[in-house]
């Protein structure tokens, strides 16, 4: 997927190269009005760049509109374009006689579609009566008919309930397996963090950087010793804590301390000497209940690149 220097109204990208391979899950984050939208958009051909060219699986989607759109799957957060009275099989008949299916084979891709994504039973009924994760489902569906090698998928999960958006991330994972390319945008980072093979970060229209999970974790390199007393931190003497803490950031390598109701946390980067910092704490008459172990989450990484 690449584009070179395409302008749409009020906002420009600049050449963006995303190489996503057969069977992966690349998401795109950025904060709002970063353009990752509007990417989506661009490389759909519903946008038409001002000046420039883009490209997908080698279609130019200018010149080659109609094997360019054949090659993708399309789900957009904000779909507006089903038709309320008609039911939900109805859509999918309508929308798959504009891909080109052969009537004689539609109506067997309209019940598979429909089968995946959960929504057989509800295949009569109208689309007014869908409910939010229902409609979601549905374009899914829709994208599913004519079996594209690329899915666009522009917060999918967007507004749903956990049952519906566990439902879509299965129907990715399965097309994942089934060696379809994922182009995901998400402001879901637990959902990132767990579906990515590979992330990509967009800031004021610029792709800043592309890598696995734990390369991006890497850039902040964060872990969190959290020590949890059987007497509330709030209710040990002060100066005590105060000295407490002093002594671990001196005997370790962790740049700070920080104490909240019921427990004291140590954050550092690197390698850390637990059994020192826990033998302080012994020494200083706290009776510890248990530890826990953090590391810096996606959502970290993510507020740190957003500033």
Known sequence: ????????????????????????????????????TTLIRIISGLILPRAGAVEICGYDINTEEYQARRTLGLVLGDERTFYFRLSGAQNLEFFGGLYGIPRSGLKSKIAEALEMVGLEDSAKLQYMRYSTGMRKRLNMARSLLHDPQVYLLDEP??????????????????????????????????????????????KNGRLLKTGKVDEFKNIIGRRSLEIVFEVSATAVNSMLLDNLKSEIKRATSCYSVETEEGLLRINYNGSFDVNKALGLISRSGLSISRTNTREASLEDVFIKLAG
């Open 1 to 36: 997927i690449s584009y070179k220097y395409p302008k749409t109204d009020g906002f420009t990208l600049p050449d963006i190269f995303i190489d996503i391979q057969p069977g992966e899950i690349f998401t795109l984050l950025g904060p709002n009005g970063s353009g990752k």
């Open 157 to 202: 999960n967007s507004g749903v309930d956990p049952h519906s958006a566990k439902k879509l991330r299965e129907i990715i994972f399965a097309l994942k397996k089934r060696n379809k390319t994922i182009l995901l945008t998400t402001h879901d980072m637990n959902e990132a963090e767990k579906m990515s093979d590979r992330i990509g970060y967009l």
